[in-house]
């Protein structure tokens, strides 16, 4: 077993940067909107109590898989733990922002909003951690 997962790696590895975030990126974006959803339509919570929470529960699977699957780093894990998390506070300051606009105003729904958000805040994540979180 220990042989598979070590031939896994050198494959995942091997993958260009880019290509790597998209894929665990993806995972994590998939987890994240899936319990939006789930918390929306099947739990009936409010959006602004579904954001936090999912937020709460995304977090640290997102930093812990793009700290390693991602970006390989080898840095000092409070620091950049810290860093990671300080970029989605920040995510989730705009993404509140975002809903409250969009669902309040121009009276989106809030999976629908959520799905648009998915789109900008991707390429801000990338940028984010590449730059400030996992340098």
């Given at each position: 077993?220990?042989?598979?997962?070590?031939?896994?790696?050198?494959l995942w590895?091997?993958?260009?940067?880019?290509?790597?975030?998209?894929?665990?990126?993806?995972?994590?974006?998939l987890l994240a909107y899936a319990l939006f959803v789930f918390f929306i339509d099947i739990c009936k919570w409010h959006y602004s109590l579904v954001l936090i929470v999912q937020y709460?529960?995304?977090?640290?699977?997102?930093?812990?898989?793009?700290?390693y699957y991602v970006f390989q780093s080898q840095g000092?894990?409070?620091?950049?733990?810290?860093?990671?998390?300080?970029?989605?506070?920040?995510?989730?300051?705009?993404?509140?922002?975002y809903l409250f606009i969009s669902v309040s105003y121009l009276e989106l729904p809030p999976i629908i909003a959520q799905g648009i958000?998915?789109?900008?805040?991707?390429?801000?994540?990338?940028v984010l951690h590449k730059k400030y979180s996992f340098q």
């Open positions: 077993m220990i042989k598979l997962y070590q031939q896994f790696e050198r590895f091997a993958l260009h940067q880019k290509f790597r975030f998209l894929l665990v990126g993806g995972f994590n974006t709460i529960i995304t977090i640290n699977i997102s930093i812990f898989t793009m700290r000092n894990l409070k620091r950049e733990y810290t860093r990671a998390w300080s970029v989605y506070l920040f995510l989730l300051l705009l993404n509140y922002v958000y998915i789109i900008v805040s991707t390429i801000l994540t990338f």
